[in-house]
């Protein structure tokens, strides 16, 4: 696998430009093979201010330990990167961002120097088109702390003859646990935050153009307040997974559910489920995290 160290992070908005002038060559078939490049990225500080802006745009508290879903935000140059570079098969603006696992292994601290990898993996079909991954994984003093797998859908013709995926189990809880209330400019306060300034989250003209009635709230900002409503109650070492239903259409209210899993047999830590849910009950997101063994 050829791999390129990066001196610095990229510059996100000169390579939204670059998709967006590209996307129309971008026009690979069903079965596209990903590029096998790793872009690797040493050093990664963190700023407490930009710290500070993320964890009150989410909900969490102020600690010196990064939050579960926040070395994401560091990574994700590296993979818009991957994902504009020349032999990348697919246009960026269109990929739809389906399910993301994140595992942490051990706390990261503010004060941590992180090492963060970055690749493609894993191409199959799936009954709307093309699945595909991006591997992420971060690394303290040459510890693998923290590993992340974002997977996107690139629609296609249809095709029902491919199995679907097994999903996260429904939560069955009626009573919301929380309900939150998420003003029209959430998506350009996470934009500013994230550095994920897709269109569709910034203007109600720009998302319209890509067939949303409003802008819609970014799936990882989604995550993230999920999370913020376990904090101190998240294990050290543990695997958090959701999967992103119906786009959360802002400003909106939105209703947080959590429910315990059922034990199942050989299992020392029984899953936790949570579920995003519209007002009206549509999903939003499924989630299902539980701690990891000793």
């Not at 050829?2 to 078939?29: D, F, I, Q």
């Not at 400019?185 to 998302?207: E, Q, W």
Request: hydrophobic share 35%; net charge neutral.
């Amino acid at each position: 696998m050829p791999t390129e160290e990066l001196s610095e992070s990229p510059n996100l908005g000169a390579l939204y430009l670059k998709a967006a002038g590209t996307a129309p060559l971008r026009r690979a078939g069903r079965d596209a093979e990903l590029p096998d490049t790793e872009y690797v990225r040493s050093g990664i500080t963190i700023d407490r201010e930009h710290l500070a802006d993320y964890n009150r745009l989410c909900g969490f508290g102020t600690r010196d330990e990064l939050p579960i879903t926040y070395p994401h935000i560091t990574s994700f140059p590296l993979a818009v990167r991957l994902m504009t570079d020349r032999d990348f098969p697919h246009p960026l603006v269109g990929l739809v961002h389906v399910a993301n696992r994140i595992t942490r292994y051990e706390p990261v601290s503010v004060t941590d120097s992180m090492t963060q990898r970055v690749r493609l993996a894993n191409p199959r079909r799936h009954p709307k088109g093309q699945r595909f991954d991006v591997i992420t994984e971060t690394s303290v003093d040459d510890r693998l702390v923290w590993s992340e797998t974002s997977t996107y859908l690139r629609r296609g013709t249809s095709d029902d003859s491919v199995p679907r995926p097994e999903g996260i189990p429904e939560v069955t809880a009626e009573t919301p646990t929380a309900v939150w209330r998420l003003p029209a400019n959430l998506g350009r306060r996470y934009a500013a935050v994230s550095g994920d300034r897709n269109p569709i989250h910034l203007h109600p003209l720009t998302a319209k153009a890509f067939g949303f009635p409003r802008t819609i709230a970014h799936g990882m900002w989604s995550k993230a307040r999920c999370l913020a409503a376990f904090e101190g109650r998240l294990p050290d070492a543990c695997t958090v997974e959701v999967e992103f239903a119906k786009p959360v259409l802002l400003p909106s209210k939105v209703d947080f559910t959590e429910q315990p899993r059922t034990e199942q047999p050989g299992e020392a830590d029984p899953a936790k489920l949570f579920a995003l849910r519209s007002a009206s009950g549509k999903p939003h997101l499924k989630g299902r995290l539980h701690g990891l063994p000793e």
